[in-house]
Nanobody, 117 residues
Framework: VQLQASGGGSVQAGGSLRLSCTAS????????MGWYRQAPEKQREMVAA???????NYADSAKGRFTISRDNAKNTVYLQMNGLKPEDTAVYYC????????????WGQGTQVTVSS
């Protein structure tokens, strides 16, 4: 299982970024995916998740600003982030949850998002 995340960067508050995570090594379309983040000296937290069928779930901090989506033909999950705030600064990780063919779940390598005020 491999998860390759990209799309991070530095933006000013109010800006937007789109993260992408391309997966390989398992049947992408039937497994649930998520985006997590970890800020310095804080625990990793879930930002958004999407089931294989497209049902979504968001952390309260992400609702109304972030959108998770997936393209099963491209084995890719996205996180569109709008209205970014300095408190969104973190390393963002994509994650495949335990499911068919994925015994323990897996993590991507992380991509840095920095939002300046």
């Amino acid at each position: 299982v491999q998860l390759q995340a990209s799309g991070g960067g530095s933006v000013q508050a109010g800006g937007s970024l789109r993260l992408s995570c391309t997966a390989s090594g398992y049947i992408f379309s039937i497994n649930d995916m998520g985006w997590y983040r970890q800020a310095p000296e804080k625990q990793r937290e879930m930002v958004a998740a999407i089931t294989g069928g497209g049902r979504t779930n968001y952390a309260d901090s992400a609702k109304g600003r972030f959108t998770i989506s997936r393209d099963n033909a491209k084995n890719t999950v996205y996180l569109q982030m709008n209205g970014l705030k300095p408190e969104d600064t973190a390393v963002y990780y994509c994650h495949v949850f335990r499911g068919p063919g994925i015994r323990d779940g897996a993590w991507g390598q992380g991509t840095q998002v920095t939002v300046s005020s």
